[in-house]
């Protein structure tokens, strides 16, 4: 059984940092691209970021570029963001994701909340 499971998520200052884990089972991990996307109460789902298998090139939207990090690691199965100068836009629910090799995204984490405050 897949499972993924995000945490780190929480209340924040605007200008303020947090760093989301997703820690990943059921599955070769290295063998999995990761994503994390959000979804704003109002809003549909968006991709933030993602990292290839086993790991290197990564993607960013261009709202978070310069302000968040995705990185991984495969010997703890997990994918990690780190966001820096957030701000109240970044208000949303975060989800991670994973797919094989360049396949549609087909495992989901259940989602971590982060609220920016202004």
């Known amino acids: 059984q897949v499972q993924l499971v995000e945490s780190g998520g929480g209340l924040v200052q605007a200008g303020g940092s947090l760093r989301l884990s997703c820690t990943v089972s059921?599955?070769?991990?290295?063998?999995?691209?990761m994503g994390w996307f959000r979804q704003a109460p109002g809003k549909d789902r968006e991709s933030v970021a993602a990292?290839?298998?086993?790991?290197?090139?990564?993607y960013y939207a261009d709202s978070v570029k310069g302000r968040f990090t995705i990185s991984r690691d495969n010997a703890k199965n997990t994918v990690y963001l780190q966001m820096n100068s957030l701000k109240s836009e970044d208000t949303a629910d975060y989800y991670c994701?994973?797919?094989?090799?360049?396949?549609?995204?087909?495992?989901w984490g259940q989602g971590t909340q982060v609220t920016v405050s202004s």
């Open positions: 990292i290839n298998w086993p790991g290197g090139s990564t």
């Open positions: 994701a994973a797919r094989y090799r360049l396949g549609s995204y087909v495992y």
């Open positions: 059921g599955l070769t991990f290295s063998s999995y691209g």
